[in-house]
């Protein structure tokens, strides 16, 4: 069990209120002041703690691990890969530890909920695959997992999202006390060439001429033309 403080800011008025507290103290030394001036400091004390939002946090001894998947077209040579990891995984955990594991692609299905002695050969479910979104399956991963063990997160994909933003995910998992690991399956001959960012300037006159600058991300050495059209033209 450990004491976690949610903010650390109201701390600060730890400071002044003790010198306040001290002084008043010099200066009134009846014993009636003095019992007054103590309840008084107790009760600014607990308002400080409570604008901490201080609470208790039982450590877990047991983990959940929720494997997420991704079996989405850019990763099909790599699901049997996935497969065999998830099986030696299941064989070397903890006696009292749960696994789960869910696949996405375009959407999240649940394969296997947490158990401690989850059934798992290959997977069964049927993913629209034309899409990724790790978003996705990372929100349905940390809902699947309970709350009174460790909490983990393995994630396997190759890291080609191509639909909602992982990273605006990521920060809340960590918030929430959740380990996220990753497998890379990407295989690196695998050619992408992606549009990431047009930048124009937010003024201009008319017939003015203007500087255009696009961002592009390529894994391979290509060529390619990109065409720019303003009113359909």
Excluded at 119 to 133: K, L, Q, Y
């Amino acid at each position: 069990m450990s004491i976690h403080i949610n903010q650390y800011y109201p701390l600060l008025f730890l400071l002044p209120v003790a010198l306040i507290l001290w002084f008043t103290y010099r200066r009134f030394l009846s014993g009636h002041y003095q019992k007054s001036l103590w309840f008084r400091g107790l009760t600014v004390l607990l308002l400080i703690l409570s604008m901490c939002g201080i609470h208790l946090v039982h450590e877990a001894k047991d983990t959940t691990t929720v494997f997420l998947a991704d079996l989405s077209n850019s990763t099909l040579d790599k699901r049997e890969e996935m497969e065999v990891f998830i099986r030696a995984a299941i064989r070397s955990k903890s006696e009292d530890d749960l696994v789960g594991i869910i696949a996405f692609g375009s959407d999240t299905v649940v394969e296997v909920n947490p158990d401690v002695a989850p059934v798992f050969d290959a997977f069964e479910s049927r993913i629209g695959g034309e899409f990724t979104n790790i978003q996705k399956g990372l929100i349905s991963a940390n809902a699947l997992m309970p709350g009174n063990t460790k909490r983990r997160i393995v994630l396997l994909t190759d890291g080609y999202e191509n639909i909602g933003d992982a990273r605006k995910q990521v920060g809340a998992i960590i918030g929430n006390r959740t380990a996220l690991d990753a497998v890379d399956m990407s295989d690196h001959s695998f050619a992408e060439v992606q549009l990431e960012e047009i930048v124009v300037p937010e003024k201009v006159e008319k017939d003015q001429m203007i500087d255009i600058q696009a961002k592009i991300y390529s894994n391979v050495k290509t060529n390619g033309t990109l065409y720019i059209y303003s009113n359909n033209r």
